[in-house]
């Protein structure tokens, strides 16, 4: 079956130099610096990585960071918990906008 | 759930497991060494000796590369013990490394580790915790092991209820809870009591250990705040294809995936401190192997000479090149894994 995302793809995700190296090697080298282990460890790295790919809906990152925080020793309850953090968020940032909503109403209204 | 063995599962003979490793599409580990002029293999000096006093054991772990459990019978005998006694003062190994299956069930382990004791090495024991509180003949272990200044190691693949059970059997994490408390009665893990009691992880499915170091932090403060419990290291070990766990890994569809992984997280470091070059493994029936997963996989160490306890020697031995296969890419990945932990 043909689909947009293969999930192949994702070992290729180095190859994205081949268009335009220069660029890719600086992102690369970012990359590997950001997800060192720094003020924060490398394991709540791997969680917050895991909660943006699913905020930002990446079937790849969510692939590839689902399998990095079970190599960083989280368990099921872990990673669940970092994903309902992505979800209260964004739940959040548009429920806020409820208030935006509201206010417009209240103008319109008598 | 019976072992492969018992079932007369396929994938049960050594030989159908090797088969399966070696049709794999990756490049053969040995080609692997010699690019980085470590083939043949070789001995660095002998240090440990290992030995499987049985595949017996109250548990059926569904990674276990032994294939142990409750209906193996196959046990090493008090003769055996002897050559082994025979063997080892032939030797300057340090360290005497006993495990099984659940060494603990042999009827002469007892009588076996107070003659190790005698000779004064350090005696390792690789007890599956729940065997302390199988069976009230098996509660008083934690003073036995005491009485010899017996360092334990122990598996306890998480410090959840589910992880364990999923890993090793169902109540496994409570009885491995309660054994551990008994072991920390004793002194086992107490500052200044000198008895040791190590902690070892392994994933439970198809992924790599995590940092070995990170792990250790986790689990001493979660042991502890929850359940009050003490211990000394936490050794990762990374999952190695035979046995049980490559069958969990042809079943799961995780197989090539998992040995993927394993090639590519191929550590020359790793491959220069792999446990094999200090260590000799023994069977049950006493024959010498490399290592315990050289044993599961029937690859008998390379030397015609000193194949066997009865014609144990030690400069043949340490001169011998060491059996390599495709499962031994498990021991070089990342930060390498032995019996110890990790090993860079
Ligand atoms: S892993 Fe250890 S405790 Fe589990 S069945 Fe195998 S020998 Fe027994
Ligand atoms: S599996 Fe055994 S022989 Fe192979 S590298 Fe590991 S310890 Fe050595």
Same mark, same amino acid.
């Given at each position: 079956? #043909?689909?947009?995302?293969?999930?192949?793809?994702? #070992? %290729?995700?180095?190859?994205?130099?081949?268009?335009?190296?220069?660029?890719?090697? %600086? +992102?690369?080298?970012?990359?590997?610096?950001? +997800? #060192?282990?720094?003020?924060?460890?490398?394991?709540?790295?791997?969680?917050?990585?895991?909660?943006?790919?699913?905020?930002?809906? !990446?079937?790849? !990152?969510?692939?590839?960071?689902?399998?990095?925080?079970?190599?960083?020793?989280?368990?099921?309850?872990?990673?669940?918990?970092?994903?309902?953090?992505?979800?209260?968020?964004?739940?959040?940032?548009?429920?806020?906008?409820?208030?935006?909503?509201?206010?417009?109403?209240?103008?319109?209204?008598? | 759930?019976?072992?492969?063995?018992?079932?007369?599962?396929?994938?049960?003979?050594?030989?159908?497991?090797?088969?399966?490793?070696?049709?794999?599409?990756?490049?053969?580990?040995?080609?692997?060494?010699?690019?980085?002029?470590?083939?043949?293999?070789?001995?660095?000096?002998?240090?440990?000796?290992?030995?499987?006093?049985?595949?017996?054991?109250?548990?059926?772990?569904?990674?276990?590369?032994?294939?142990?459990?409750?209906?193996?019978?196959? &046990?090493?005998?008090?003769?055996?013990?002897?050559?082994?006694?025979?063997?080892?003062?032939?030797?300057?190994? *340090?360290?005497?490394?006993?495990?099984?299956?659940?060494?603990?069930?042999?009827?002469?382990?007892?009588?076996?580790?107070?003659?190790?004791?005698?000779?004064?090495?350090?005696? &390792?024991?690789?007890?599956?915790? *729940?065997?302390?509180?199988?069976?009230?003949?098996?509660?008083?272990?934690?003073?036995?092991?005491?009485?010899?200044?017996?360092?334990?190691?122990?598996?306890?693949?998480?410090? *959840?209820? &589910?992880?364990?059970?999923?890993?090793?059997?169902?109540?496994?994490?409570?009885?491995?809870?309660?054994?551990?408390?008994?072991?920390?009665?004793?002194?086992? $893990?107490?500052?200044?009591?000198?008895?040791?009691?190590?902690?070892?992880?392994?994933?439970?499915?198809?992924?790599?250990?995590?940092?070995?170091?990170?792990?250790?932090?986790?689990?001493?403060?979660?042991?502890?705040?929850?359940?009050?419990?003490?211990?000394?290291?936490?050794?990762?070990?990374?999952?190695?294809?035979?046995?049980?766990?490559?069958?969990?890994?042809?079943?799961?569809?995780?197989?090539? $995936?998992?040995?993927?992984?394993?090639?590519?997280?191929?550590?020359?470091?790793?491959?220069?401190?792999?446990?094999?070059?200090?260590? &000799?493994?023994?069977?049950?029936?006493?024959?010498?192997?490399?290592?315990?997963?050289?044993?599961?996989?029937?690859?008998?160490?390379?030397?015609?000479?000193?194949?066997?306890?009865?014609?144990?020697?030690?400069?043949?031995?340490?001169?011998?090149?060491?059996?390599?296969?495709?499962?031994?890419?498990?021991?070089?990945?990342?930060?390498?894994?032995?019996?110890?932990? *990790?090993?860079?």
């Amino acid at each position: 079956m #043909k689909t947009y995302y293969n999930p192949e793809d994702l #070992k %290729k995700f180095g190859n994205i130099g081949e268009f335009e190296p220069n660029l890719a090697k %600086k +992102f690369f080298d970012y990359y590997g610096e950001v +997800f #060192k282990e720094g003020a924060l460890t490398a394991r709540e790295k791997s969680l917050i990585a895991l909660a943006v790919a699913h905020a930002v809906q !990446c079937p790849y !990152c969510i692939d590839a960071y689902t399998v990095d925080t079970m190599e960083k020793g989280c368990d099921e309850q872990q990673v669940m918990e970092a994903v309902h953090v992505a979800a209260a968020i964004k739940g959040g940032a548009l429920l806020v906008h409820s208030v935006q909503m509201m206010n417009k109403f209240k103008e319109l209204s008598m | 759930m019976k072992s492969l063995k018992v079932q007369q599962h396929p994938l049960s003979p050594a030989q159908r497991q090797i088969e399966t490793l070696e049709q794999s599409a990756f490049t053969p580990f040995a080609e692997k060494l010699d690019l980085i002029g470590l083939l043949p293999l070789k001995p660095t000096h002998l240090d440990i000796f290992q030995i499987n006093m049985g595949k017996m054991c109250n548990q059926v772990c569904k990674h276990c590369h032994v294939d142990a459990g409750p209906d193996r019978k196959e &046990i090493m005998t008090r003769d055996m013990m002897e050559l082994c006694l025979i063997a080892i003062r032939k030797t300057s190994v *340090t360290t005497i490394d006993l495990t099984g299956g659940a060494p603990e069930m042999n009827p002469d382990f007892r009588w076996f580790v107070e003659e190790l004791s005698a000779l004064g090495k350090k005696i &390792i024991v690789r007890c599956n915790l *729940t065997i302390i509180v199988a069976n009230p003949k098996y509660n008083d272990l934690p003073d036995f092991f005491k009485k010899h200044q017996i360092e334990v190691v122990s598996s306890l693949p998480y410090f *959840t209820a &589910i992880k364990t059970d999923s890993q090793r059997g169902e109540g496994v994490f409570e009885k491995s809870i309660k054994a551990l408390k008994m072991l920390n009665e004793v002194g086992y $893990g107490i500052e200044g009591s000198n008895l040791i009691i190590n902690l070892v992880y392994n994933p439970a499915g198809a992924f790599l250990p995590a940092a070995q170091h990170a792990l250790e932090l986790e689990f001493k403060l979660k042991l502890w705040k929850q359940y009050g419990i003490v211990f000394n290291s936490l050794f990762a070990i990374t999952n190695i294809p035979v046995n049980r766990f490559l069958n969990y890994l042809i079943t799961s569809n995780n197989y090539e $995936g998992y040995m993927e992984k394993l090639v590519n997280a191929f550590n020359p470091g790793a491959a220069a401190g792999v446990m094999c070059r200090n260590t &000799i493994s023994v069977s049950w029936d006493g024959y010498l192997y490399d290592c315990d997963f050289n044993q599961m996989l029937e690859l008998n160490v390379s030397t015609p000479l000193s194949r066997h306890l009865s014609d144990f020697n030690t400069e043949i031995l340490e001169n011998r090149n060491i059996v390599v296969n495709e499962h031994c890419y498990g021991c070089t990945a990342g930060a390498g894994s032995s019996c110890g932990g *990790t090993t860079v």
